[in-house]
């Protein structure tokens, strides 16, 4: 925990793959002081989806995680949009970005909750 998915209609080369999750491991743990060794992250290239009636490409990003820290999704906004326009060239208005904040009885690894 934390948990990034990104689901993309882009289709992705398996170099844009890898540096997405990179990225998305080291800048997400570091923005909401997590372990990276916590971290999960899910690709979904070539997914049938559109955003304002339009087939062109566009990303959903679902960040899940116990506590966000002061001012993280504001940054985390900011920067993985970033991150997708350097990476995929998705513009700002072609990305949405979802925030869950899971409470820890309702999150296990190993075996049990972290509650």
């Known amino acids: 925990m934390p ?3 990104l689901q993309t209609n882009l289709a992705l080369t ?5 540096s997405l999750l990179s990225h998305f491991t080291v800048q997400v743990a570091a923005i909401l002081k997590k372990p990276e060794a916590y971290m ?11 955003l304002g009636n339009s087939g062109d490409a ?5 960040i899940k995680s116990i506590g966000f820290v002061e001012n993280s999704m504001t ?3 900011a920067e993985l949009t970033q991150l ?3 990476e995929l060239e998705l513009s700002a208005d072609r990305v949405f970005i979802e925030f ?5 009885e309702k999150w296990a690894w190993q075996g049990k909750t972290f509650a």
């Not at 999960?40 to 559109?50: A, D, E, K, Y």
């Not at 869950?100 to 820890?104: L, N, R």
């Open 58 to 62: 566009c990303a959903h990003l679902l």
């Open 75 to 77: 940054q985390l906004s």
């Open 3 to 5: 948990y990034v998915a």
């Open 84 to 86: 997708l326009n350097t």
């Open 100 to 104: 869950c904040d899971v409470s820890p």
């Open 40 to 50: 999960m992250v899910v690709l979904q290239p070539n997914t049938c989806m559109s």
């Open 14 to 18: 398996e170099a844009q793959q890898q």
